[in-house]
């Protein structure tokens, strides 16, 4: 396993592959789980993300599950220490309304979103849930307009001030309110987002795409991440669950256009002349790029993990890379 800081120099030291758990002490079991935690471990992985509403979504789940489950894997293997664990705030529904957070036409009304009071609490109970009394990584989960940037902005500063939080981090907002935020936290010589966590994967999705409250990594956000020495890029859904290796994964209707075949075809040309897996090398093409791009690896087996491992150490030729970029 191959190593680099988060942002920049400021950060902590972090795996190059981290390991998302939402779905483990629920469709993951808690045996199979924690087999995938050690294996990771053992392979030298030292980052975890999760969120405070992993997997609300899901029948019978209110969103406590993965951090649960993440917090009884430490505190089971004294692991805490070893390991930069990341979780978000943002995103959590209010029960009071029900455990859907998201309208099917995308209106966010149910989110707790990310007011001052909101941000403080999800810590809180974040940290208790995990059995913890810090966060290496703190994460904006989605856009919330309903309230001041620079309330959001203060909230966050506040707890690394305090010491409950190291670094902290944005996800599925648009550049633009990346770039503010940044700007804001500045102005009053306060800490902000240094890590940016977006969907991101080979294929890339039709013009106009939309995902939801989701965002995806597209070119502006590279070029202004590639300006800031202190900005770390992560991307999640980066194998799209499974859809480059097995046909029973269709790919989202966001990525089925006429230009993804040929970069299909590409992708497992060059597989087969390293003799690695089309997974691999997408892996690897993220970790490779002018803008390393950070992959969130979701996996429910320790075979799953063992075929992605190696692509930590994965260094795809020049002409290679060359040759996915192009196509």
Not at 301 to 319: I, K, R, T, W
């Given at each position: 396993m191959r190593?680099?800081?988060?942002?920049?120099?400021?950060?902590?030291?972090?795996?190059?592959?981290?390991?998302?758990?939402?779905?483990?002490?629920?469709?993951?079991?808690?045996?199979?789980?924690?087999?995938?935690?050690?294996?990771?471990?053992?392979?030298?992985?030292?980052?975890?993300?999760?969120?405070?509403?992993?997997?609300?979504?899901?029948?019978?789940?209110?969103?406590?599950?993965?951090?649960?489950?993440?917090?009884?894997?430490?505190?089971?293997?004294?692991?805490?220490?070893?390991?930069?664990?990341?979780?978000?705030?943002?995103?959590?529904?209010?029960?009071?309304?029900?455990?859907?957070?998201?309208?099917?036409?995308?209106?966010?009304?149910?989110?707790?979103?990310?007011?001052a009071k909101?941000?403080?609490?999800?810590?809180?109970?974040?940290?208790?849930?995990?059995?913890?009394?810090?966060?290496?990584?703190?994460?904006?989960?989605?856009?919330?307009?309903?309230?001041?940037?620079?309330?959001?902005?203060?909230?966050?500063?506040?707890?690394?001030?305090?010491?409950?939080?190291?670094?902290?981090?944005?996800?599925?907002?648009?550049?633009?309110?990346?770039?503010?935020?940044?700007?804001?936290?500045?102005?009053?010589?306060?800490?902000?987002?240094?890590?940016?966590?977006?969907?991101?994967?080979?294929?890339?999705?039709?013009?106009?795409?939309?995902?939801?409250?989701?965002?995806?990594?597209?070119?502006?956000?590279?070029?202004?991440?590639?300006?800031?020495?202190?900005?770390?890029?992560?991307?999640?859904?980066?194998?799209?669950?499974?859809?480059?290796?097995?046909?029973?994964?269709?790919?989202?209707?966001?990525?089925?256009?006429?230009?993804?075949?040929?970069?299909?075809?590409?992708?497992?040309?060059?597989?087969?002349?390293?003799?690695?897996?089309?997974?691999?090398?997408?892996?690897?093409?993220?970790?490779?790029?002018?803008?390393?791009?950070?992959p969130v690896?979701?996996?429910?087996?320790?075979?799953?993990?063992?075929?992605?491992?190696?692509?930590?150490?994965?260094?795809?030729?020049?002409?290679?890379?060359?040759?996915?970029?192009?196509?």
């Open positions: 190593f680099r800081p988060l942002a920049g120099a400021t950060g902590p030291q972090v795996s190059d592959l981290c390991l998302g758990i939402m779905y483990f002490g629920t469709t993951v079991d808690e045996e199979t789980s924690f087999a995938i935690l050690d294996r990771f471990a053992e392979a030298g992985g030292t980052f975890l993300d999760t969120a405070n509403n992993y997997p609300c979504w899901l029948d019978g789940s209110t969103g406590d599950e993965a951090e649960l489950a993440l917090g009884r894997w430490l505190d089971s293997r004294r692991a805490r220490d070893r390991m930069v664990i990341a979780t978000k705030v943002g995103a959590r529904p209010d029960p009071a309304r029900g455990t859907r957070w998201i309208s099917d036409d995308g209106d966010l009304g149910n989110a707790e979103g990310l007011a909101t941000i403080r609490q999800g810590l809180e109970s974040s940290l208790r849930r995990l059995g913890t009394d810090r966060l290496d990584l703190y994460y904006a989960h989605i856009e919330d307009r309903r309230v001041p940037l620079d309330e959001t902005v203060g909230a966050f500063a506040e707890l690394v001030a305090e010491g409950a939080v190291g670094t902290l981090g944005v996800s599925n907002h648009a550049t633009w309110r990346i770039a503010e935020a940044r700007r804001l936290a500045a102005e009053r010589g306060l800490p902000g987002y240094q890590v940016v966590q977006q969907k991101h994967t080979y294929l890339k999705p039709h013009q106009g795409a939309h995902f939801g409250c989701q965002r995806h990594v597209d070119d502006e956000l590279l070029d202004y991440a590639g300006t800031q020495d202190d900005l770390t890029v992560l991307g999640y859904s980066t194998l799209m669950a499974g859809a480059y290796t097995r046909d029973d994964k269709p790919l989202l209707a966001q990525y089925a256009h006429d230009g993804s075949p040929a970069r299909l075809r590409t992708l497992r040309e060059v597989a087969d002349q390293t003799g690695a897996t089309p997974n691999q090398v997408v892996l690897a093409w993220l970790l490779g790029g002018t803008v390393p791009v950070l690896i979701a996996v429910s087996s320790v075979a799953q993990l063992e075929e992605l491992l190696p692509a930590a150490e994965l260094d795809l030729a020049p002409e290679l890379r060359a040759r996915l970029d192009a196509a």
